[in-house]
């Protein structure tokens, strides 16, 4: 059984725009917000924190095959849903059950 979201990863088009945008909706401040460069990844990131959970907003700063595919199906807004992490009592059991 999944016992609840951990974070929802979202792909932006600009990490430091996104991040007010977020912020200003959600009431957030951005100094509560952690960036952090992923290099090996290409990818900038921000954990925007929300009581137990985390909005990670993904900005590509260069080749990452797997974003930029998805992004490539998005063509018109390049912006969205990337990932959901959730945990879970049965990891194996859970993927099992959704196949």
């Not at 088009?13 to 952090?36: E, F, G, Q, W």
């Amino acid at each position: 059984m999944f016992k609840r979201l951990r974070h929802v990863g979202n792909i932006v088009k600009n990490l430091d725009d996104a991040i007010m945008r977020y912020c200003d909706t959600l009431h957030v401040t951005p100094s509560d917000v952690m960036v952090i460069s992923l290099k090996g990844e290409n990818m900038r990131s921000a954990l925007i924190p929300l009581g137990t959970n985390v909005i990670e907003l993904l900005e590509i700063t260069g080749p990452a095959p797997r974003p930029r595919r998805y992004l490539h199906a998005m063509r018109e807004k390049e912006e969205g849903l990337f990932h959901l992490t959730m945990f879970a009592d049965d990891f194996d059991g859970e993927v099992t059950a959704i196949n």
